[in-house]
């Protein structure tokens, strides 16, 4: 069967990640990419829209991989919610990826009853050894001191309590430097409580992150940590399980499994959070 990657291009921060991840899922099933839309089985589409649904897919079957945005999501009393464009992406899938069972409970509980597969992160290849020039990339080209303490997140905020806990966070530990990805939202009451977070020196934002990057930058960070109560970015977290790096996460709602990974540190509340960060 032959498969075409489809992505918003909202996304290309993870374009490369997750392309690398989804290769080799199609290898494990005997499947192959292929770069012609028309010579395609089936779709293989991560984060897309209504739009982009209704101009590009038609009549193509579609597999969909589920949860890998927060774009995808709003929070209602501290309740994660489908947008309702997505849930209709959903709901026209043939057939839709996940990474844990908790994430199929969530599909079913918002009424999606679709035939599933969970994906187990074996599936990413192991990482090479970067070279010691290939491991300074990153830092040099954002121009971190070479002992700084680099603590990575990818697109961490959802609400306004997410913004709350990563800005406290940051400031409360001002020997480490804070880095978080891929986030840009229109909302200006969320622009503002971006615009405070990166007041502090010790945090930077970086709306883009080149492919070439990607791997200098985990080999250059001492932590990962994942601020979402909802996402846990399981393709990057099994990158840094597989360097050996230290995860700290937060309890998330649709990712049991994971979490339950011993390499995965869990803070419960803001404390422990803080306590294995600052470590």
């Known amino acids: 069967m032959k498969a ?4 918003d291009e909202r996304e290309e921060n993870f374009s490369y990640q997750l392309n690398s991840y989804l290769l080799s899922y199609l290898s494990s099933i005997g499947d192959e990419k292929v770069d012609d839309f028309s010579k395609a089985d089936y779709i293989l589409a991560f984060n897309i829209d209504d739009f982009i649904y209704d101009r590009m897919i038609r009549d193509k079957k579609m597999k969909i991989l589920a949860f890998q945005s927060s774009h995808d999501f709003f929070s209602s009393n501290r309740r994660f919610v489908i947008k309702e464009s997505i849930l209709k992406i959903y709901k026209k899938a043939d057939e839709i990826l996940l990474f844990s069972q908790e994430g199929e409970k969530f599909l079913k509980d918002n009424g999606i009853d679709k035939k599933t597969t969970i994906l187990p992160l074996s599936f990413n290849k192991k990482k ?5 020039i290939e491991k300074k990339v990153f830092r040099k080209n954002y121009q971190y001191d070479e002992n700084a303490e680099i603590v990575v997140s990818f697109c961490p905020f959802i609400d306004k309590e997410e913004f709350t806990l990563y800005d406290s966070l940051a400031r409360n530990i001002p020997s480490k430097q804070f880095i978080f990805f891929g986030y840009n939202d229109r909302d200006q ?5 971006q615009e405070r977070l990166i007041s502090s020196s010790n945090v930077t934002y970086l709306d883009y992150l080149p492919s070439e990057l990607y791997e200098s930058m985990l080999f250059s960070s001492s932590s990962v940590f994942i601020n979402s109560s909802f996402l846990s970015y399981p393709t990057v977290l099994a990158d840094m399980i597989s360097m050996n790096k230290k995860v700290v996460s937060r ?10 990974n011993p390499a995965v540190e ?7 959070l803080y306590d294995l960060l600052k470590r």
């Open 266 to 272: 869990v803070g419960h509340d803001y404390k422990e």
């Open 128 to 132: 090479r050894e970067l070279s010691d």
């Open 4 to 7: 075409y990657l489809l992505c």
């Open 251 to 260: 309890e998330t709602v649709n990712m049991k499994e994971i979490m339950d």
């Open 189 to 193: 009451v969320k622009k503002s409580l």
